[in-house]
T-cell receptor
Framework: NAGVTQTPKFQVLKTGQSMTLQCAQDMNHNSMYWYRQDPGMGLRLIYYSASEGTTDKGEVPNGYNVSRLNKREFSLRLESAAPSQTSVYFC??????????????FGQGTRLTVV | AQTVTQSQPEMSVQEAETVTLSCTYDTSESDYYLFWYKQPPSRQMILVIRQEAYKQQNATENRFSVNFQKAAKSFSLKISDSQLGDAAMYFCAFQTQGGSEKLVFGKGTKLTVNP
């Protein structure tokens, strides 16, 4: 059972380059999330998707775009990377909150450095 | 907008002692979930405990228990008989129940366990 798979694990970009972080889950979850984690800032929500075909902005959406390609996949795109986007990025998914034992499952994280 | 506040950036405890981590949140919702997640140095996010807002009884999981005060919007985590393996970042999280399924985190508390 793979859970939530994020790729790549590490990436170095030059300022202005673009890239897409991929995320896939095999738990048939409706909700998926993208977070960034910076020292002292916790996990800040970038975008989330409550179901296939819907996406919503979180706390820090500027500079990012997302695509909920299907129920399994939720990608995060940086169109023109900036040094301020250097961070660790996490993808997560969760079952509907009205179900019992709801829980978010996380990918292993992507360490992104923009130089 | 929902916000989660963890007022203790760092805490320390002696092995076998008890420690309490604080969390407050702000919301206008009546139905929601609260969570505590643990993040060891491996960066993996691990669910420690969950609490449904409609349940008055405080959740417990072995050595971990919560003090949920809905009116005060407070959700603290008590770790009893602390072990070296409990050393980690601890994040408090809030999820709306139904609808947007938005999941937001606090900034975290770094827990050190001293032998």
């Amino acid at each position: 059972n793979a859970g939530v798979t994020q790729t790549p694990k590490f990436q170095v970009l030059k300022t202005g380059q673009s890239m897409t972080l991929q995320c896939a889950q095999d738990m048939n979850h409706n909700s998926m999330y993208w977070y960034r984690q910076d020292p002292g800032m916790g996990l800040r929500l970038i975008y989330y998707s409550a179901s296939e075909g819907t996406t919503d902005k979180g706390e820090v959406p500027n500079g990012y775009n997302v695509s909920r390609l299907n129920k399994r996949e939720f990608s995060l795109r940086l169109e023109s990377a900036a040094p301020s986007q250097t961070s660790v990025y996490f993808c997560a998914s969760s079952a509907p909150s009205w179900g019992k034992n709801t829980e978010a499952f996380f990918g292993q994280g992507t360490r992104l450095t923009v130089v | 907008a929902q916000t989660v506040t963890q007022s203790q950036p760092e805490m320390s405890v002696q092995e076998a002692e008890t420690v309490t981590l604080s969390c407050t949140y702000d919301t206008s919702e009546s139905d929601y979930y609260l969570f505590w997640y643990k993040q060891p140095p491996s960066r993996q996010m691990i669910l420690v405990i969950r609490q449904e807002a409609y349940k008055q009884q405080n959740a417990t999981e072995n050595r971990f228990s919560v003090n949920f005060q809905k009116a005060a919007k407070s959700f603290s985590l008590k770790i009893s008989d602390s072990q070296l393996g409990d050393a980690a970042m601890y994040f408090c999280a809030f999820q709306t129940q139904g609808g947007s399924e938005k999941l937001v985190f606090g900034k975290g508390t770094k827990l050190t366990v001293n032998p």
